[in-house]
């Protein structure tokens, strides 16, 4: 088993695709509520008291950092200094505190001149905004106000960031699917995506905001835990010192759920818990307790396998910010061992103590750190928690962030794992050890393209993690059945194709242009018998190969685009070869396995971007 089975372990690869939904049906909540109170009343270790613990704010050391990126400013160091006015505006009492001063608003104003010097206008004009509403000192305001006179100009002129592509056209029934994509249900696969038209590599099928997502502990100095962007000039909490955000927007998107969690932040970190278990609780917090208790009726009503998956009888569109979207994703409970079972309801009670003491259950009484009974309010949630935890294991992705040494080097580049999230739509996707789509990721916005043609009414397949060309097809199976439970029946696997160390590169194998069988050849193109074994057509074998000579040279000029840094560009031309490839080639094909690869990484590459190295800004 891997470690993602086990939900207590801190693990590193928790999460990266999600079952085939063999069974539809999620849990009622009624066996999850018996496992729940029965492990409450025996004295597990889980029952160890829990305590709230998150960093304070403290004047002493914002007043330090802030002095640090004072000096970091007049040695021209401008990065470092946004970093040290970061960590004092994070630092910094809020207004109101008897220790705040002028603090953070002048870390804000501060960040604000170092960033205007980066060339970073909307950064600079948040803060300017920022500054003032904190109470930055009226005699030093018309420095500011300056300052946002000249930004706002040089905003005008600059570009705007890379933003989501938008779905041309929007799916009737799914509100982040574009329309060429349906589910359809099938007893042995549950529900699955399909093409609902024919769909041409490039195809933008779906962007979906996630239900909800958590970054991973040790990004939390680094990225926004709402949007898990990267963050240049952090905005505080009010009230701890332990997360930071992008923008004042994220903050106070984020205050309905950080509220619960802000006290327990640190110790559920420092409890090395996996970043599901944090995902399945912050479910919980992103609702609050209200809402669950007038959903308890509803929850409790099982739902026929075969419904088109709408979040409403009145056949709403599916909409991935409803909960009922997420509660109905598969759990297997039916399968899963006695063990399995009790690790995750161990988890689900320490996670419901964590809830307890931060006061969701109401005002915290000296019974919660001792052992008294559940409450109907904490089994339903308990229970819930319970249920995530195990819906979790087979619907969560990973969430990545694309890295590179210097922008437009795309050698060596790579997505790094940021955070997990519950993308309800995507979940739709099955997997094959081929994968049809590739994963773009703004920030926790999820945008997932086509690189292979699919014909309306066929499968739209995912890839969860093994590849047929990179990993050998029992290493594959193995790590598909202890993660997701399912035996994979991908073509590659049924096939046994081989992966890119057997591959015999003169083996090109030619499509008959009759009726799509393989016609044995070879490549040298100097045999030009094309008999297909199957139909018997004569196929002119020659002219196929000089086609695809033809395609392959464009696919190599696409190639050295992309390495010259014309992500764009290159893409254009790689979608047109795997197009001409479905014509000309039967696959497993080593050159369209590549260009799919390459197309995969310029996508990502669209997304949240991080280059170790930077250009040098353009100095204002
Ligand atoms: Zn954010
Ligand atoms: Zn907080
Ligand atoms: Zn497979
Ligand atoms: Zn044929």
């Not at 260009?595 to 100095?619: D, F, P, Y």
Request: hydrophobic content about 35%; some cysteine; proline content about 5%.
């Amino acid at each position: 088993m891997t470690s993602d089975t086990n939900p207590s372990k801190n693990s590193g690869s928790a999460a990266g695709g999600k079952k085939r939904g063999k069974n539809a049906k999620g849990g009622t909540g009624k066996a999850d509520n018996k496992t729940v109170s029965f492990s409450a009343n025996p004295d597990p270790p889980a029952q160890a008291p829990v305590k709230p613990f998150s960093r304070k704010k403290s004047a002493t050391h914002a007043e330090r950092e802030k002095e640090c990126g004072n000096r970091h400013f007049k040695e021209k160091k401008y990065r470092q200094a946004v970093c040290s006015y970061s960590q004092a505006v994070v630092r910094a009492p809020q207004p109101g505190d008897p220790d705040a001063g002028d603090l953070l608003s002048v870390g804000y104003a501060n960040r604000s001149a170092a960033l205007l010097h980066m060339g970073e206008f909307r950064l600079c004009l948040q803060d300017i905004e920022a500054a003032l509403g904190a109470g930055y000192p009226t005699r030093l305001r018309y420095k500011l106000l300056d300052r946002r006179a000249t930004c706002q100009l040089k905003l005008v002129l600059q570009q705007q960031e890379e933003e989501l592509p938008a779905l041309e056209s929007r799916s009737d029934h799914f509100l982040s699917a574009s329309s060429a994509v349906d589910v359809t249900y099938s007893p042995g696969e549950g529900r699955f995506a399909v093409a609902a038209r024919d769909v041409k590599p490039g195809d933008l099928l779906v962007v979906e905001k996630p239900h909800a997502s958590v970054l991973m502990a040790e990004k939390t100095g680094t990225h926004c835990i709402h949007c898990l962007k990267r963050v240049l000039a952090a905005f505080p909490c009010r009230e701890c010192s332990g997360v930071m955000f992008c923008s004042p927007a994220c903050a106070a998107a984020a205050e309905p759920y950080h509220r619960w969690e802000c006290s327990i932040q640190d110790v559920l970190q420092a409890s090395g818990m996996s970043p599901l278990c944090h995902l399945a609780l912050r479910i919980i917090t992103k609702h609050g307790l209200e809402f669950f208790q007038k959903l308890r009726p509803e929850l409790e009503r099982a739902r026929a396998p075969g419904d088109r998956p709408s979040t409403d009888s009145a056949g709403k569109q599916y909409d991935p910010d409803n909960y009922l979207a997420v509660h109905q994703l598969v759990t297997l409970s039916e399968l899963r061992k006695p063990e399995d079972f009790f690790h995750r309801t161990l988890m689900a009670v320490l996670l419901l103590k964590h809830l307890r003491v931060a006061g969701f259950f109401g005002a915290v009484t000296e019974d919660d750190q001792a052992d008294r009974a559940l409450s109907s309010d904490e089994l339903l949630v308990g229970s819930l928690l319970l249920h995530h935890l195990q819906l979790l294991q087979f619907n969560a992705h990973e969430v990545g962030e694309y890295v590179m040494m210097e922008p437009g080097q795309f050698k060596q580049s790579r997505s790094v794992y940021i955070g997990v999230a519950v993308y309800p739509t995507v979940s739709f996707f099955n997997h094959s050890c081929e994968g049809g789509v590739s994963r773009c990721f703004v920030g926790d916005t999820l945008a997932v393209h086509s690189v292979m043609p699919v014909a309306a009414g066929q499968p739209i397949f995912e890839n969860y993690g093994p590849i047929y060309s990179h990993k050998a097809k029992p290493d594959r199976q193995h790590w598909l059945s202890s993660r997701y439970w399912f035996d994979c029946r991908c073509v590659a696997c049924e096939e046994n194709w081989p992966d890119y160390d057997q591959y015999d590169i003169n083996t090109v194998l030619l499509r008959c242009t009759g009726c799509g069988a393989g016609i044995e050849n070879d490549a040298s193109g100097k045999d030009p018998v094309g008999d297909c074994p199957k139909c018997g057509k004569k196929n002119n074998a020659v002219e196929l190969f000089r086609q695809l000579g033809g395609a392959q040279e464009n696919y190599h000029s696409a190639m050295n685009m992309m390495h010259e840094g014309e992500p764009k560009k290159a893409l254009r031309l790689f979608y047109r070869f795997i197009e001409q490839c479905q014509e000309l080639v039967v696959r497993p094909n080593r050159d369209l396995s590549l260009c799919q690869e390459a197309a995969r990484m310029c996508l990502a590459a669209q997304g949240s971007l991080h280059c170790i190295r930077q250009k040098k800004t353009n100095v204002a």
